[in-house]
């Protein structure tokens, strides 16, 4: 494993491979942030944080900061959609788009102590909606490789949960437990699938990234320097590199790392809203 960032950050999150460049964020410091052929640069600064990022198909990213969802491109910052009915108590958290382009975020209770989070999804008719509530800490997210089936975590509840999906309309149903981590120091966070169809889940607090098939079963650890590990992505050229984003809790914290794997990542979808 290697530090393949070295400037440190607060709270990196939200990794992305898009063609050839890792992109992720600083939350806290509102930062996004890109790695390319080796080259880390601090591309912009949006607000007073920003939670999540993705590749837009009209080019440049779609990112979610404040109460909105905003387009980033070259010194461009346009806001797409923006949501009328907003809980203070809240803020965006982590957010992904699906093979059909839809924009899935869920907010997170600013004390993350009481469930007033849910989850959405942005369509490309700029239509919100909310799909999830009851939530404290939405976090990481991912589809199963054709596409039936949604991942989807609440950190709390140190659990990583399976729906069924339907790609054409968005919807999700039949809620369950994939697996229960509760055996594990810390919470699940961000996380990505490969493309043999098993997960890799970051552990805050736990210090290491798991790899869970899609029966629920641990069949692998990587055991990360910093103990608030906050979000995994595959990348590189033959996406067999796992990038590793950090909070800043500790010395060896609020990096990015990389290590080489022997199964490859999926594609990240681009964004069409």
């Known amino acids: 494993m290697k530090k393949v960032v070295d400037n440190k950050g607060r709270l990196y999150e939200g990794p992305v491979w898009y063609r050839d460049t890792l992109y992720f964020v600083d939350i806290l410091r509102g930062e996004i942030h890109s790695l390319r052929h080796g080259k880390h640069e601090i ?29 980033v491109i070259g010194d461009d910052i346009r806001l797409i959609y ?7 108590r809240n803020r965006f958290n982590d957010g992904k788009c699906d093979a059909m382009g839809r924009y899935w975020v869920g907010t997170m209770n600013l004390e993350e102590k009481y469930p007033t989070g849910a989850l959405f999804v942005l369509d490309k008719h700029l239509q919100l ?31 990583v949960f399976e729906f069924a999906f339907n790609l054409t309309s968005g919807e999700i149903r039949d809620r369950k437990v994939l697996v229960d981590l509760t055996r594990y120091d810390g919470v699940p966070d961000g996380m ?30 990587i055991r990360v320097p910093a103990s608030h590990t906050t979000s995994v992505t595959f990348g590189g050229p033959d996406l067999k590199t796992l990038f590793i984003t950090t909070a800043n809790d500790e010395p060896d914290g609020g990096y990015v790392y990389a290590v080489e794997s022997d199964v490859k990542g999926t594609e990240t979808f681009e964004c069409d809203v």
Request: glycine share 14%; hydrophobic share 30%; charged share 25%.
């Open 129 to 159: 909606r909310k799909v999830l509530e009851g939530v404290t800490i939405s976090n990481g997210l991912g589809w199963n490789i054709d596409n039936t089936k949604m991942y989807y975590i609440d950190s709390p509840t140190k659990k």
């Open 192 to 221: 990505t699938v490969d493309s043999e169809g098993y997960l890799w889940v970051a552990l805050y607090g736990g210090g290491r990234v798991l790899r869970i098939s899609p029966k629920g079963e641990i069949v692998g650890e």
């Open 43 to 71: 591309m912009k600064k949006i607000g007073s944080y920003v939670s999540s990022l993705q590749p837009y198909k009209k080019g440049g990213l779609i990112v979610t900061s404040g109460r909105g969802f905003y387009h």
């Open 82 to 88: 923006e949501v009328r009915d907003w809980d203070s």
